[in-house]
């Protein structure tokens, strides 16, 4: 890479990571900035998702006070979490990319529907029994969430945000900081078998780890201050970003 080319690497880590940290998504940043410097796409995919771990990680501490009371919740959920991740990572390691982008794109367009009515079926669904904790199709969910980021990442957060806030009984700045952790769980599980077994750009991954680690700070600070509404309105403009950007290429 050239200096210019590492400069817009970085910049791209600091702005995805701070995304994550919000809502998700930021792979489709940090995702065409790899495939612009010249990284072929596999490469470029496991690189971020490598790299993206470190702001993961910040973006998780900067939602500690969120956090609070969720620890059995995420426990019964980290499972499905690191297994789908793993499923999904050894597709994406035998099965060609260009496949899933429009499968991507209509999971991503459900996940903001699943955002927008979710004040609505919460209410509906306050007197449905296993609230706390979501129930098996929470768990499912999460399985089913772990496998796509595992394979792409892009949209998973979305994804987790708009399953949590239908099966469970809580804030958004909440699920959102549990979906920070699951998140994580997902992209690290991924991280290890793409470093073991997948072409992996080191350059590119450290560039977008230092990137990131920044940006996830920093939007954990700004996210945590967001109004429910406002966060909602955010999510859904970056799902139509995503969606946009998934079917253009």
Request: aromatic fraction near 6%.
């Amino acid at each position: 890479m050239t200096p210019l080319e590492m400069v817009a690497v970085l910049a791209a880590g600091v702005a995805a990571g701070g995304i994550n940290a919000i809502v998700g998504n930021g792979s489709l940043i940090t995702f065409p900035t790899l495939l612009a410097v010249g990284l072929p796409p596999i490469t470029a995919n496991v690189s971020n998702n490598i790299g993206l771990v470190p702001g993961g990680i910040t973006g998780v501490m900067g939602y500690r006070p969120e956090l609070k009371g969720q620890r059995e919740r995420l426990l019964r959920l980290a499972p499905a979490s690191v297994v789908g991740s793993l499923a999904g990572g050894l597709l994406l390691l035998t099965l060609p990319e260009s496949s899933f982008n429009v499968i991507v794109s209509v999971l991503i367009a459900m996940s903001c529907a699943l955002v927008l009515i979710q004040p609505r079926l919460s209410s509906l669904l306050a007197a449905r029994p296993g609230r706390e904790h979501g129930g098996p199709w929470l768990w499912l969910g999460a399985l089913a969430a772990g496998a796509y980021g595992g394979y792409f990442g892009a949209g998973q957060g979305i994804l987790v945000i708009g399953l949590m806030g239908i099966m469970l009984d809580e804030k958004l700045q909440r699920i959102n900081a549990a979906k920070n952790v699951l998140v994580l769980l997902v992209n690290f599980t991924a991280a290890v078998l793409y470093a073991l077994v997948a072409d992996v750009d080191w350059q590119a991954v450290l560039l977008v780890a230092l990137g990131s680690t920044v940006g996830g700070f920093l939007g954990a600070r700004l996210g945590r201050r967001l109004p429910a509404a406002f966060l909602r309105g955010l999510i859904v403009c970056i799902g139509v970003v995503a969606i946009v950007k998934l079917l253009a290429t």
